[in-house]
């Protein structure tokens, strides 16, 4: 089947209110002004600019992004009373293309509120969508809690409000309690039903209460609605509303089955969604659709090869399409030869089947030990496996600090194959563990740089640290992870010294006579 211009489906962004509203989503004045800038370029038919009447922020920032739209027509919402029209109206009025959108629950628990019955409600709806038509000749008219609301009530409105001169109906399952097949009905029964209904648009606004918030507007279109309502990130009240990149890319993937096209520029969207995700102060989760940091990762063996021999294998869609440079191959305890070898390419360095061989075995034991594998740690075991086992290794730690005095680490190590130990006092425990692997280890390295990271959030966190070392010119760095900060400084320091090691070992320098003394 072919696309035609009936089935051109308009993409509704409402993360500027809709998205807005979620608590501890307010974004700043400048910030309003650069989501929308960026939602007009890369296509956004309609923008949701804000609720002038909420607060004179809010009208601030739709009046100007109503003056600077280029092409989006610039909407605003209101509440079914007079003043809250005048007010949207006279934000959106310098857009190009102006809009007001007003609503009101017309659900039985939402009538319950204003206590109106069923027949006030209805005045209600006729007397402001007229006000609004007067004023502003493209006007959307909501029923709150649609999906909840009795049906022939339902369909009494919206017709009302079509007579009235809605330009738009839009359709919200404001609790995310609605699913697919009821989505669609919904929406085409409306179309059958209601009088007038040929003459104006159909919207779908959806939450994602239960997780279908998505499914629910791509049903509603294949029910005939020919406007989504979604935010960047399914940014939104309580768990958010149907995200656009989700909506957007399953129409694009699967124009099979859902033959509709929007003017979204995919390209944009990773961009769109690291802003509003820095604005907001909303990270994306990590297996988010389209947007997460793993939507196109692999570390697993065999999808790792298999995206290696032809990435449709594991991809529905390619990551350019969507704004993202490429896939990524993390290399982590899941990932395979295949995978290693081509990033040990990636890194310059090519090896021969039994290398090979000996680098993965080192590297599957390193994963396991370690939540993310760098490019440097590959090196370090190219490294190894041609220059042998690393010379000094961590056998044993024992720290004593607090309040009472200097702490003291008791440290055992493996240095060329024996067995050492040494006790050490230092002004906290870091400088007292640093201390005793100086004693067993004597070297004249500087430390250049000593820096802890946590991973992860918690008092259990992972600490990262990061050790650079610097001798008569040359500089080695270590890093380890660990969930006490003390071991993971020990062992970055020890892992900065093995390199230092072997590169002292390629350019024949050996500081073994260094005393102990020199270094205390
Ligand atoms: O969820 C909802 O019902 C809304 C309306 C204001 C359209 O956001
Ligand atoms: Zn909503």
Known sequence: MTSTEKDRVVIFDTTLRDGEQSPGATMTHDEKLEIAELLDDMGVDIIEAGFPIASEGDFRAVSEIAQRSKNAVICGLARAQLPDIDRCWEAVRNAAKPRI????????????????????????????????RNLCDNVQWSPMDATRTEWDYLCRVVEIAIKAGATTINIPDTVGYTAPVESADLIRRLIETV??????????????????????????????????????NGLGERAGNTALEEVVMALKVRGDIMPY??????????????????????????????????????????????????????????????????TS????????????????????????????????????????????????????????????????????????????????????????????????????????????????????????????????????????????????????????????????SAKAYIHALNRLIVRRGKTGKDVKEISYRDVT
């Not at 007038?196 to 049903?219: E, R, S």
């Open 329 to 488: 191959l993390p290399l982590g305890k899941h990932s395979g030869r295949a995978a290693l070898r081509a990033k040990l390419r990636e890194l310059g360095v090519e090896v021969g089947d039994n290398q090979l061989k000996d680098i993965f075995v080192r590297f599957k034991d390193l994963a396991d030990r370690k939540k993310e594998v760098f490019d440097d740690d590959i090196l370090a075991l190219v490294t190894a496996t041609t220059e042998g086992d690393d010379a000094l290794q961590l056998v044993n730690l024992k720290v004593v600090c607090g309040t009472g005095g200097p702490a003291e680490a008791t440290l055992e190590m493996e240095i060329h194959g024996e067995d050492m130990s040494a006790v050490s006092e230092g002004d906290g425990p870091v400088d007292a563990t640093f201390k005793a692997i100086r004693m067993l280890h004597p070297n004249k390295a500087r430390l250049q740089l000593y820096q802890v990271n946590a991973v992860t959030e918690g008092t259990d966190a992972q600490a990262t640290v990061s050790v650079r070392l610097e001798e008569d010119g040359m500089i080695a760095t270590g890093q380890s992870a660990d969930t006490d900060t003390v071991v993971a």
């Open 101 to 132: 959108h007003t609503f009101i629950g017309t659900s039985p628990l939402h009538r319950a509120i204003p206590n109106l019955t069923q027949d006030e409600m209805a005045e209600r709806i006729e007397q402001t969508v007229t006000h609004a």
């Open 261 to 326: 096209t929007t003017g979204i520029d995919t390209k944009k969207i990773m961009h769109i969604s690291r802003r509003v995700a820095t604005v907001s102060g909303f990270p994306v989760q990590f297996n988010k659709a389209i947007v997460g940091k793993n939507a196109f990762a692999h570390e697993s063996g065999i999808h790792q090869d298999g995206m290696l021999k032809n990435a449709e294998t594991f991809e529905i869609m390619r990551p350019e399409d969507v704004g993202i440079a490429g």
């Open 195 to 232: 009088s007038g209904a040929d003459d104006v648009v159909f919207a779908t606004h959806c939450h994602n209460d239960l997780g279908m918030a998505t499914a629910n507007a791509l049903a509603a279109v294949q029910g005939g609605a020919r406007q989504i309502e979604c935010t960047i």
